[in-house]
């Protein structure tokens, strides 16, 4: 079981990776049926392929000296979704449990880092980019469980679920793993407008967890920083409170919105200028921000360029 503090309780700013599976996919052709990677820690040419994508985000960190969370492949690994792949719910917590064991193994290696946490990855139950069925909390909480348990008792230091397409699926992660005592973090993602896919206010949808089951941050996650601005707009009665609470940001690169990106054959790398400009406006509105890392269509050339950029170094500045 984890017991290390979660890194969003620190003072450091942490770099996080980018979009891991569309660089596995467009970038090294790398066939990830379901969109999963997490087959890939049980081959050789596979764990080398992981190794050396965390490898990269390692240097970005070294090189601009803050912490780094190494975020398990497993944000298609869910007990429903690894079904769907072969998997029963045993074979599904061994993978999990393996990839743990290799992104430790690769802690190992970076002691000349500030700070490294392993972060325990989960996805939604449906798809990320559709809101889908209308779910209960606890129901959400149980189907999340096996996951978070096996994460949990691989040693991770927090879990984090990404790209949410609403509060009640976020309620029922933060149950789960308040269920097995390990740290939390939810994080959502938003449409062109702004709104979760399920067309909630990013806003409602924080309040919502705060008073029903609070996590321990919130992020946004697999939308461009212009969509993110929409959401950041209103709601803020109670003087922008809950934006004191969101603490990561893992932007897309594109500016196309989740259908156009779901029916492209080809990648969009976007506009990488744009996209530091864009992800700067929003730092300066979120003042707990401190995880920067990037989501489908990103890289490390994508990351590094943020974390060089005016949102990097402001970031740690203000460590």
């Known amino acids: 079981m984890a017991g290390t503090p979660p890194p969003w309780d620190d003072a450091a700013a942490w770099v996080t990776d980018g979009g891991l599976e569309t660089d596995l996919i467009f970038h090294h052709g790398v066939d990830l049926p379901g969109f999963a990677a997490f087959p890939l820690v049980d081959d050789e040419r596979g764990r080398e392929l992981l190794e050396h994508y965390y490898l990269g985000y390692a240097d970005v960190a070294r090189r ?174 109670d003087g922008g409170g809950w934006r004191h609470r969101v603490i990561g940001l893992r932007p897309n690169a594109s500016t196309l919105s989740h259908a156009e990106l779901d029916a492209a054959e080809t990648l969009d790398e976007g506009d990488l200028d744009l996209l530091v400009d864009r992800t700067e406006h929003l730092r300066q509105r979120l003042p707990a921000l401190r995880v920067l890392g990037g989501c489908c269509g990103t890289d490390v050339s994508h990351v590094a360029a943020l974390w060089a950029g005016p949102p990097g170094r402001a970031l740690l500045g203000a460590r």
Do not use: K, M
């Open 64 to 237: 601009v000296g803050a912490g780094l969370l190494l975020e398990t492949p497993t944000w298609r690994a869910g007990a429903e979704w690894a079904a769907r792949l072969g998997h029963d719910v045993h074979a599904a917590a061994g993978l999990n449990h393996r990839a743990v064991d290799l992104v430790h193994a690769l802690r190992g290696r970076l002691t000349d880092l500030l700070a490294v946490r392993v972060v325990g990855t989960i996805g939604p139950l449906g798809d990320g980019y559709v809101a889908g069925e209308r779910l209960d909390p606890d129901d959400a909480a149980s189907r999340h469980l096996p996951q978070v348990a096996a994460l949990a008792g691989a040693g991770v230091d927090a879990v984090t679920a990404y790209t949410l397409t609403g509060a009640a699926e976020a309620v029922g992660v933060v149950r789960a793993a308040r269920s097995v005592g390990v740290a939390v973090a939810v994080s959502f993602t938003v449409e062109t407008d702004g709104t979760l896919p399920d067309g909630t206010a990013l806003a409602d949808a924080v309040r919502r967890l705060e008073r029903e089951a609070p996590a321990d941050g919130y992020l946004v996650n697999c939308a461009h920083p212009d969509h993110v601005a929409r959401a950041l707009d209103g709601g803020d009665d």
